[in-house]
């Protein structure tokens, strides 16, 4: 076991300088954090990993004598690491990006890019989160939380209100929030679902321009339709809709149609999409005709908008711990009340048609 309060060791694996050295600057600025070493190429990182082993991995997708994605996947056969993919690839790699996911990756995020100062700073934020979680993934070494930093609350997207009693209806709406981990885990929940599944609407936290070819992806292997979200889309039995990156998600609802739009605001709780936001706006839209969801993530984004949805009359379920990649959300939110039900994620699915049939009879 590695002792509380040592920095996670991360191996940085590119073929630009100034891409690597960007990295360094970002992974050093960070307390909880230290570059182990910066290499050119999957080779190199291979000599490397026979004489020390980080805890962490930032990866490179195209590098000149192996490609990326190959490296990941021998590596998770013979001697699984957290890894975190980083890439410049986004719609038009995300085919290689999804298969990454699937081979192991436990987190995408993009390249930092010098442009300004304040997308500098932004990419640092998303990087360094990114590479802490993995550290905390299962599948290499979990380490203790890092301590807390400010952040920003729902109420900037979407104000907190009064609530009144919403109506009983036969149209039910699944809410659902992930973060590390969550990839796979949406892809087992929406495999799983049948066509005339509940509707479902999902931030997943996720690099700008990635969450359409996500959705394409998962469309290709649900029986529900499932895509991106687009401002004004109606929800609809059979389908599911995807938070785009770098938007809010919220739920309103006119008369007996539920809808959605997509908002631009800061981010909250670092997030931009934050499940907080759609969870709020549910709670606010549908009441007890919702089903909420938190699935594996680290941090406590989605916590305080799940207890709102039970508060509300909402029915909700927490991914256990042992099905979780990284149990911080549902740890969160079931510490703040807002799971009513923890179960494992082989278990949701059924649950959630189950509790759909109930709550609509």
Same mark, same amino acid.
């Given at each position: ?225 499932? %895509?991106?979200?687009?401002?004004? #889309?109606? @929800?609809? =039995?059979?389908? &599911?809709?995807? *938070?785009? $990156? !770098? ?22 709780? %670092?997030?931009?999409?934050?499940? #907080?936001? @759609?969870? =709020?706006?549910? &709670?606010?839209? *549908?009441? $007890? !005709? ?72």
């Amino acid at each position: 076991m590695t002792e509380p309060g040592r920095k996670r060791r991360v191996l940085v694996v590119d073929d630009s300088a100034v891409v690597s050295e960007a990295l360094r600057s970002i992974i050093s600025a960070h307390p909880s954090l230290e570059v182990m070493a910066c290499v050119n190429d999957p080779l190199q990182a291979a000599e490397r990993l026979r004489h020390e082993i980080p805890d962490v991995i930032i990866l490179d997708v195209e590098m000149p004598r192996m490609d990326g994605l190959i490296f990941l996947r021998r590596l998770m056969s013979q001697h699984p690491i957290p890894v975190v993919m980083c890439s410049s690839l986004l719609a038009e790699g995300s085919k290689t990006l999804m298969e990454a996911l699937e081979a192991g990756a436990v987190d995408i995020v993009k390249k930092p890019q010098m442009a300004t100062r304040q997308f500098l700073e932004d990419s640092a934020i998303r990087i360094q989160d990114a590479l802490i979680a993995a550290a905390r993934a299962r599948v290499g070494l979990r380490r203790p939380p890092s301590p807390p930093s400010p952040r920003l609350g729902a109420d900037l997207v979407v104000p907190a209100t009064q609530r009144r009693p919403v109506m009983r209806t036969t149209q039910r709406i699944v809410a659902v929030g992930a973060s590390t981990g969550g990839t796979e885990a949406l892809r087992f929940l929406l495999e799983s679902m049948p066509g005339y599944a509940p509707p479902i609407v999902i931030v997943q936290h996720m690099p700008e321009q990635f969450t359409s070819a996500f959705a394409d992806r998962l469309n290709g292997l649900s029986a529900m339709t499932v %895509r991106e979200a687009r401002d004004g #889309d109606r @929800l609809i =039995r059979g389908q &599911a809709l995807i *938070a785009p $990156g !770098n938007r809010h998600l919220v739920l309103q609802r006119s008369g007996a149609t539920y809808f959605v739009e997509v908002r631009d605001g800061p981010p909250v709780n %670092r997030h931009r999409p934050s499940v #907080d936001v @759609l969870f =709020r706006s549910v &709670a606010a839209a *549908a009441g $007890g !005709n919702a089903i909420g969801i938190i699935l594996t993530g680290m941090g406590d984004d989605g916590a305080r908008g799940l207890r709102e949805m039970r508060d509300a009359g909402a029915r909700t379920l927490g991914q256990n711990e042992a099905s979780c990649v990284v149990y911080g959300m549902p740890k969160e939110a079931k510490r703040q009340g807002g799971v009513e039900e923890e179960v494992p994620l082989a278990d949701i699915p059924k649950l959630l048609l189950k509790l759909g049939a109930e709550e609509a009879a």
